[in-house]
């Protein structure tokens, strides 16, 4: 896999897939069946939001997800390391590197999608 692939890949994956898998949730689950109370808070929220404010949250959602990706390329493309990190990240596909435009590729394909 090459490094677009590899970001079209998180793209379809993690920004469409989780966003929409979230709200799709909140759509789809009922109330007296959510054992965990987080996710029961969160209904509970959701079910009280208007139309207007549950696009809202679903731009919030994706927002998070895509900013979140890009923390991570700018780790995966040695832009920014962590406070204990020694040396820098080398991500291999079939024994070729395909890191060091990650980040700049996801913003592209993202501005394309």
Do not use: H
């Not at 080398?90 to 700049?104: A, M, P, Q």
């Amino acid at each position: 896999m090459n490094d677009i692939k590899f970001v079209d890949n998180i793209i379809n994956e993690v920004i469409k897939g989780k966003s929409s898998y979230y709200i799709d949730t909140l759509k789809s689950l009922n109330n007296k069946e959510i054992k965990d109370t987080d996710w029961l808070k969160i209904k509970k929220l959701y079910d009280s939001l208007n139309n207007s404010q549950k696009e809202e949250l679903k731009s919030l959602i994706n927002l998070i997800t895509v900013n979140t990706v890009s923390s991570i390329f700018s780790k995966l493309d040695n832009i920014s390391s962590f406070a204990n990190q020694e040396g820098l990240f080398e991500l291999r596909s079939n024994g070729k590197i395909i890191n060091g435009d990650l980040l700049d590729l996801f913003w592209e394909r993202l501005e394309e999608k």
